[in-house]
């Protein structure tokens, strides 16, 4: 005799049929596509990923209260509201980002329907970012989507899917999931490098101007277009080479690695011994902070990484601050794009080189550090075009940065090493393949201050090297509208240049850099010989290097530290900045935005007066 088949019974044999099929019962809402990404120009698809690649997921929650959090932001940074200089400390920041109990309850529901264990799960402090590791095959079904192996020009791969879907009830919960259409590459800010001359040219010492500490000589004696920048010349231009530093320790100063890039001791000591003799033993005490196993390699580099410059960026980014900021302590975050600090296998026209997105890595370790042990100023060297990633994911990012900014770290980004774009890739990303300008990311992030670069010295000028095609980047974000602090500075430019490139980038969005300083023909050791090399990956630790110093003198004199600058820069500090008027942003295959007197796309407001800034500062 047949007996009746309760509805719990049916249940219970739908279920295990489901775990025969390993496929989840989907028992709240229709899956429906979340967010679509076109594949970015110069990236082939080869075929599927193979399904038991594992990926490193990160699902990022929408935070409730963000909104609050930008107003606390921009309250604690402007210099006329009553807590200027008032931050947030990392539990009233997280308690504004968490999301709603709600939405965490719905968003783990879902991943319990859809096999995933709680133990599998990872929380960041806030839990507004949860993250798995699972296999191609099971996120392909978590995300009702397939994902492939794409294979960049340069030769790096990806595994990425340009469209993923959600239940409809969790759209409005879930902000971005990484990685799946991000194609975003933390291209180091050097124009993949831009040496001047070639790897292993012999550079002639005898026209370099020898190491001083001199406080009395002119920009004219120590700074030399022909042989190169040197700590010294940098100290003198901006103004810090008599400033002391107070309160070394309590003032700190950070620096980011990625790509398998980081900072060879001996190198940076070998340069601190010819440029700043004093500052040499800095080179064995700066400190490294070792995220998803990135790398301090300190042994030779190999024949591959010699080829390719591996630590050219890293080494630069260490020596130009030493060089200015001893004996203030920095620190080196290096960070893998892999997790665990090495690719899960080798790769091969089949198999990636890169699963994870290091920008969301190094997020989620200094956001959950406390903000006492972090440095107050930090600058990072790397960025890729704006399209390149989805809007989802850098808005998610951009608001990590405003985190920070709130718990009063100042953020400095390289502007990029292309002008307004580069030649030949100067189209949209959304199937029109229109022409366009291509702005950067992180650099058009609203809360972090962006560097450009210059170059000579009486007077600077916004940098261009026609030996490498080298051009300081700038121009207005496509995903980002303007802030309310630019909406003097970007009006009064667009009104100066009329109809110039009309239609060719985005009157309405936010534009960058803000402040620029020196991009080019640094004097760089690395594999123990003299690399000139040029980018907005010098402007950005040189101009980091000065910032820390004023952070210096605050905190001496018992104030708070700058925090996001970009409030005070755009309301008055920017009167303590040289502003450049000559040069342009060359790109696209035009000349790119001209310089001009006040803010510009090129060089921002100019590069920093140390003394000047140092003083109104104080003044606060």
């Known amino acids: 005799m047949l007996l009746p088949v309760t509805r719990s019974v049916l249940l219970t044999l739908l279920i295990a049929a489901d775990a025969a099929l390993g496929s989840p019962i989907r028992v709240r809402t229709p899956y429906a596509v979340k967010e679509t990404h076109h594949v970015p120009a110069r990236w082939a698809k080869l075929g599927p990923a193979p399904a038991e690649h594992r990926i490193k997921l990160s699902i990022g929650l929408k935070s409730s209260q963000f909104d609050e959090l930008e107003r606390h932001l921009y309250e604690v940074s402007d210099p006329t509201h009553h807590r200027y200089g008032q931050h947030l400390t990392t539990a009233e920041v997280n308690e504004l980002v968490k999301p709603t109990e709600d939405a965490l309850t719905q968003v783990l529901d879902w991943l319990q329907d859809s096999g995933v264990e709680d133990y599998q799960l990872e929380y960041s402090p806030a839990k507004d970012w949860i993250k798995v590791t699972l296999p191609v095959h099971a996120v392909e079904r978590l995300l009702d989507t397939e994902y492939s192996v794409y294979k960049h020009e340069d030769g790096t791969h990806l595994v990425r899917t340009p469209e993923w879907s959600l239940p409809a009830h969790l759209h409005e919960h879930i902000d971005t999931i990484q990685p799946t259409n991000s194609f975003f590459r933390a291209t180091p800010m050097k124009s993949t490098v831009r040496p001047v001359a070639a790897l292993g040219t012999t550079i002639d010492i005898s026209t370099i101007t020898p190491a001083t500490d001199a406080t009395d000589l002119t920009v004219g004696a120590v700074c030399?277009?022909?042989?190169?920048?040197?700590?010294?010349?940098?100290?003198?231009?901006?103004?810090?080479?008599?400033?002391?530093?107070?309160?070394?320790?309590?003032?700190?100063?950070?620096l980011t690695d990625y790509l398998g890039e980081t900072n060879n001791r001996s190198d940076v000591h070998l340069f601190l011994q010819m440029f700043r003799p004093g500052a040499a033993a800095a080179a064995y005490e700066f400190t490294f902070d070792q995220i998803d196993g990135g790398s301090v390699q300190q042994t030779p580099d190999n024949a591959t990484q010699l080829a390719a410059g591996t630590d050219l960026e890293g080494n630069l980014d260490a020596e130009t601050i030493l060089g200015i900021d001893y004996p203030t302590p920095l620190t080196a975050f290096t960070t893998s794009e892999y997790s665990g600090g090495s690719p899960p296998f080798v790769p091969d026209d089949a198999t990636p080189t890169d699963t994870n997105e290091p920008y969301l890595a190094w997020l989620a370790y200094v956001l959950a550090q406390p903000t006492d042990t972090l440095p107050q100023t930090i600058s990072t060297s790397y960025g890729d075009d704006e399209q390149s990633v989805p809007e989802s994911f850098a808005k998610k990012a951009c608001s990590e940065f405003a985190q920070l900014g709130a718990k009063g770290i100042t953020l400095l980004f390289s502007s990029g090493d292309s002008g307004v774009g580069s030649a030949g890739n100067c189209f949209s990303n959304d199937g029109s393949n229109k022409r366009m300008f291509l702005p950067a990311f992180p650099a058009?992030?609203?809360?972090?201050?962006?560097?450009?670069?210059?170059?000579?010295?009486?007077?600077?000028?916004?940098?261009?090297?026609?030996?490498?095609?080298?051009?300081s980047g700038g121009g207005f974000s496509n995903y980002f509208p303007r802030p309310s602090y630019q909406n003097v500075a970007i009006p009064n430019y667009l009104n100066g240049i009329g109809n110039m490139y009309s239609g060719l980038y985005n009157t309405q969005g936010?534009?960058?850099?803000?402040?620029?300083?020196?991009?080019?023909?640094?004097?760089?050791?690395?594999?123990?010989?003299?690399?000139?090399l040029d980018g907005t990956s010098c402007a950005s630790p040189t101009a980091a290097a000065v910032i820390s110093l004023v952070n210096d003198a605050l905190l001496a004199a018992g104030k708070p530290t700058l925090g996001f600058l970009n409030p005070l820069l755009y309301s008055s500090a920017y009167s303590t900045f040289t502003d450049i008027t000559s040069g342009s942003s060359m790109g696209c295959n035009t000349a790119g935005f001209p310089a001009k007197a006040g803010w510009d796309p090129v060089t921002g407001f100019g590069t920093p007066n140390f003394r000047m800034l140092k003083k109104l500062a104080l003044e606060l």
Do not use: H, M
């Not at 040197?230 to 530093?245: H, Q």
């Not at 058009?444 to 051009?471: I, L, M, Q």
């Not at 960058?512 to 760089?524: E, K, M, R, S, V």
């Open 224 to 254: 030399n277009e022909t042989s190169g920048v040197t700590p010294a010349c940098l100290r003198t231009l901006y103004g810090t080479i008599d400033y002391k530093p107070q309160v070394p320790g309590v003032n700190r100063v950070g």
């Open 444 to 471: 058009s992030c609203p809360y972090v201050t962006t560097v450009g670069a210059t170059k000579n010295f009486n007077p600077e000028v916004a940098a261009f090297d026609p030996r490498n095609g080298f051009a």
């Open 510 to 532: 936010r534009g960058y850099p803000d402040i620029a300083a020196q991009g080019q023909n640094f004097l760089t050791v690395w594999n123990g010989t003299i690399v000139p």
